[in-house]
């Protein structure tokens, strides 16, 4: 059941009128039940990977709880009788045990996100090896994607990470732990939520606000018009871009037009994911519960590092809490700096720690975006540039220094213009799927422009876009940069609220019926999926 | 403050209703030109729904090939056309049980090509015949039906898209005409109860020969018998004599196999059957692929189309003991005044095949 469709909107619709009609103690229930109605319908299948999750990571979040108690109970109770040193031993024999039950939870679950999602991967690339010895092949099981695995899978390890370092205590309410990961509105693409933040305002007893639903739904219909009026839209030439082949089966779209596809392809994403993240916050606003932002105008980025930043910030901030840091600071690691700094000197010692753990992280955030080379070259590549762009900043600084440009509204324009075209090309490897062919396409924007292709009424033609459509994507984009740039200065919403009511249901009118009639749904449209969701 | 607020609220959303009634109006198709007049006929019926002693059901070889002017001043059976372009059974079904609630003929006429057919096979047909029909259960079921025929063929239709046509419609934004500016609040009339008129000639070259017929598409399909037999219970239910015929078009093809079947149903359940590719009724009619199709024998002009009604309307006259009723001068005057629209638009179009060497205001060009 996708948000863009109508059974879906009549699911939450009937879900919203329950959820402010019924008594609100049960308000939390019957989120957990319209959550699993929800994921039933995307396939009863898949139930079963979700309540393993849910069941394991609760069982072993509650041992954890349980192991911290009885250490805190224990220490109370012998505080006088123990000294430092016995203090410390008692609590590493108790960390010991909590680290096993949580390992034992990480390879459970990571285990079956590993094993559903990649162990193909991982055959195919041994079948390549076993092809150059001439051995046989193995078989694929072909295993399918059960709903949002990625997403609830990080955000119940979060979760589970977070009991075992005592920030969070452990759920006693199994329904309410098995709201927290199975939340309808953001297991499809996120964001990934930390359970303090989210389970205070998901289990609390919400009111009707006016406020806050009008708000919500403002913003969801935001979030329409991004993914159903721009990007799927603008996803009908990207796809042509890519996919479309002369009769000798080489791409037909080349030089220039692969800059244009980087641009499409960059407005298609943006379009979607905030699209999609818009909708998500938009309708837990209307439930009265309060999600994580996960964008921050990622594209007036000037670095790649800021892009990081601002872009699928839960993400981001997931892998820095949960996989960075403890990376960057456990025994081996500490071990190689010293190594390093003892045989390198201190200046390579302690890069040798960041550039591991960077390089770790962008490897996993590549695998995590899919079960591909060219994911995990994408992920490698957007760590590599952001530690070239670390090695390079006292050079910045120095230029900086020395031409004062930092401040001046062309510089930044270049930087932000820079960072755009960096990540747009990068984010090709998504769009085709394919390492080499990406850098073949992507070199041809040099190599062979082709300015005059770009005359070509039959290559235009191919690109599924009539001068209508190009005039709607042209002005969507236009206003989604407004909106941006507005947002700057504060909420967006606040301040249309301060406005006559006339102007600001005169704008929702327009912007509704803007999404009905420019929307690109129904026959005729393939309506693309959320990109996230399949993640 | 409880009131003003109230008051804005039914407000806001009587502005929205509207001006999304107004979109909707504003986008919908209006089927006012050629090619697609079509689009137009279902809803043409109401008002001339009442008082016809024949109806016909069934898709573009009842609506191009049966003329109910000429049944009226040949026979004076006053008759109506309930066609639409690749009209499935279920939606014939549904049409009729729709025709009923408004009279009660005395011989529903069902043409039986769409047997062949056990899914949709253009979405587009089914909301040229949906869009067009009132609502009522009937169209709740039709629509029903149709999705499910749609599904069967691969296609994704929700029901919402027909009770806001405007969901289906709304990507015409880029194809608004003056068209739909001029018939945005009023329609003008397209057939002459049901039949669409075409006077040019576009003979046949040849008669081709059948394609090889799968062994899997020899039987028609369950779910067409299904429908048949619910016409045929409706038809008996209420007292009328159900008549199945194949009308003569050179294509699509229809086998001989196919036609064993219908002769065999027919037999069974009592129905008169007629095939009008038969040599007898084509000798007895007079169709001459020369002179009487206008599209290379896919469908006839209205010379065939008057040649089909003449004898046609004789079987159904002495068959089912059909009364003249030209006598009753209310129904003449009536009559008088659509066949005077008749005549008023077959003069048209030989004026205009005269200056353009083809109909401009009902057809395309003959080489698209």
Not at chain 1, 181 to 207: K, M, Y
Not at chain 2, 160 to 179: K, Q
Request: glycine share 8%.
């Amino acid at each position: 059941m996708s948000f863009i469709s109508f059974s879906f909107l009549a699911f939450f619709a009937v879900l919203f009128c329950l959820y402010y009609v019924i008594p609100r103690r049960f308000q939390w229930m019957l989120l957990l039940l319209g959550s699993y109605v929800f994921y039933l319908f995307g396939g009863v299948q898949y139930i079963g990977y979700i309540l393993v999750t849910t069941l394991s990571t609760y069982l072993l979040a509650r041992r954890l709880g349980t192991l911290h108690a009885s250490q805190d109970a224990y220490l109370a109770a012998h505080k006088k009788e123990l000294d430092r040193e016995a203090k410390k031993a008692y609590k590493a024999g108790v960390k010991r045990r909590m680290w096993k039950w949580l390992l034992l939870g990480l390879f459970l679950n990571f285990g079956i996100l590993a094993v559903i999602k990649y162990l193909d991967f991982g055959i195919q690339n041994l079948n390549a090896i076993l092809g150059l010895f001439g051995a046989g092949q193995l078989g694929l099981f072909r295993f399918a994607l059960p709903l949002g695995i990625s997403f609830y899978t990080f955000q119940s390890m979060g979760y589970l990470i977070d009991v075992y370092r005592g920030k969070t205590q452990a759920e006693k309410n199994l329904g309410k732990f098995a709201l927290f990961v199975s939340f309808f509105p953001q297991i499809l693409q996120g964001p990934i939520s930390r359970f303090d933040q989210l389970a205070p305002t998901l289990f609390a007893e919400h009111a009707f606000d006016s406020r806050n639903v009008s708000f919500g739904l403002q913003r969801m219909l935001w979030g329409f018009f991004k993914k159903v009026v721009i990007a799927d839209r603008v996803a009908v030439a990207v796809q042509a871009i890519v996919t479309t082949r002369t009769d000798a089966g080489d791409p037909a779209y080349t030089g220039l037009f692969v800059l244009l596809g980087l641009v499409l392809y960059a407005i298609q994403i943006y379009g979607d994911f905030t699209g999609g993240i818009d909708i998500t916050i938009g309708m837990a606003q209307m439930l009265g519960v309060k999600l994580p932002e996960n964008f921050e105008r990622p594209y007036f980025s000037k670095s790649i590092a800021e892009y990081w930043r601002r872009w699928h910030m839960t993400l981001g901030e997931w892998f820095k809490d949960y996989l960075f840091y403890p990376l960057s600071i456990c025994r081996p690691m500490m071990k190689l700096a010293n190594f390093s700094r003892r045989k390198f000197g201190d200046k390579i010692g302690k890069r040798v720690t960041v550039y591991i753990s960077t390089l770790a992280v962008w490897f996993t955030t590549g695998l995590w975006h899919g079960a591909a080379w060219n994911f995990v070259v994408w992920g490698l590549l957007n760590g590599v540039i952001i530690l070239i762009s670390y090695e390079l900043e006292p050079l910045y600084r120095r230029f900086h220094a020395k031409f004062h440009v930092e401040k001046h509204f062309a510089y930044r324009l270049f930087q932000v213009g820079r960072t755009f075209l960096l990540m747009g090309a990068l984010r090709m490897l998504d769009v085709y799927h394919d390492v080499g062919l990406t850098f073949r396409m992507l070199g041809s924007i040099f190599t062979a422009p082709n300015f005059a292709a770009l005359g070509d009424a039959a290559l235009l033609e191919g690109l599924g876009l009539t001068a209508g459509d190009v005039a709607v994507v042209a002005l969507g984009v236009v206003v989604m940069l407004a909106v941006s740039l507005a947002g700057r200065r504060g909420s967006v919403r606040v301040r249309l609220a301060a406005r006559p009511f006339v102007l600001r249901y005169c704008l929702f009118f327009l912007l509704t019926l803007v999404i009905l009639v420019f929307g690109a749904y129904g026959i005729g449209y393939n309506a693309s999926d959320f990109i996230y969701s399949v993640f | 403050m409880k009131k003003k607020a109230i008051l804005i609220g039914v407000a806001t959303v009587l502005l929205f209703a509207l001006c999304f009634a107004f979109l909707q109006m504003l986008l919908m198709p209006k089927y006012m030109s050629a090619p697609y007049l079509e689009g137009a006929m279902i809803q043409e019926y109401y008002d001339n729904a009442g008082g016809n002693d024949v109806v016909f059901i069934g898709d573009c070889e009842v609506y191009e090939n049966f003329s109910p002017i000429t049944l009226w001043e040949e026979y004076g059976i006053p008759s109506y056309i309930r066609g639409s372009a690749q009209q499935y059974i279920w939606q014939s079904y549904y049409l009729l049980e729709e025709t009923l609630r408004y009279e009660t003929p005395k011989v529903v006429v069902f043409n039986v090509l769409s047997m062949k057919y056990d899914a949709t096979q253009s979405e587009p047909y089914n909301r040229m015949l949906l869009d067009g029909m009132k609502w009522s259960p009937t169209k709740v079921q039709a629509v029903r039906a149709c999705i499910e025929a749609s599904e069967r063929a691969g296609v994704h239709e929700t029901f919402l898209s027909y009770v806001f046509p405007l969901l289906r419609f709304h990507s015409r934004w880029s194809d608004l005409g003056s068209d739909d500016v001029e018939y945005l609040f009023s329609r003008r009339t397209v057939t002459h109860n049901g039949y669409l008129m075409r006077v040019d000639v576009n003979p046949v070259e040849y008669i081709p020969t059948p394609d090889y017929l799968a062994p899997e598409d020899a039987q028609l399909p369950a779910i067409c018998y299904d429908y048949l037999d619910r016409m045929t219970k409706l038809c008996q239910d209420n007292g009328i004599e159900l008549v199945l015929i194949k009308a003569p078009s050179v294509l699509p093809f229809w086998y001989d196999v196919w036609d064993a079947q219908m002769e065999e149903y027919a037999a069974q359940h009592g129905l008169a059957y007629y095939n009008f590719l038969d040599e007898e009724h084509l000798t007895a009619s007079g169709i001459d692929y020369s002179t009487d199709t206008y599209d290379g024998g896919l469908h006839l002009n209205l010379s065939g189309a008057e040649k089909m009604s003449v004898y046609f309307g004789k079987i159904l006259q002495e068959r089912f003991d059909l009364p003249d009723r030209r006598g009753d001068a209310a129904l003449a005057a009536k009559w008088q005044e659509k066949a005077d629209a008749y005549y008023a638009m077959e003069a048209d179009q030989r004026r205009e095949i005269e200056e353009y060497g083809y109909p401009v205001s009902y057809a395309l060009p003959p080489e698209s």
